[in-house]
Nanobody, 116 residues
């Protein structure tokens, strides 16, 4: 069965760091690009970062460039989002996602709260 399961996140003070992880199973992870999205309270879900299947190409939203870093370990079938210099406006539920043959597969969501 195809799964992506997230872990990490939590509560952190402004300026702190967190890492969220997304472990995949049931498909050839190394063949597919992965993305991280987030949805803040009262806002639409937005793309945060993406990474190519081999990890050579990454993209990031302007709002997180230089602070958030996406990476993947294809040997572990896992994609990561390292979040640094966190701000209160980064508070959101974070989701990993992959698209396989036009079908989206989403993680369950991980809450990140940035607050003093």
């Amino acid at each position: 069965q195809v799964h992506v399961v997230q872990s990490g996140g939590g509560l952190v003070q402004p300026g702190g760091s967190l890492r969220v992880s997304c472990a995949a199973s049931g498909f050839t992870f190394s063949s597919f690009a992965m993305s991280w999205y987030r949805q803040a309270p009262g806002k639409e879900r937005e793309l945060v970062a993406g990474i190519s299947p081999d990890g050579a190409i990454t993209t990031g939203a302007d709002s997180v460039k230089g602070r958030f870093f996406i990476s993947r370990d294809n040997a572990k079938n896992t994609v990561y989002l390292e979040m640094n210099s966190l701000k209160p406006e980064d508070t959101a539920v974070y989701y990993c996602m992959t698209r396989r043959w036009g079908i989206e597969l989403w993680g369950q969501g991980t809450r990140v709260t940035v607050s003093p």
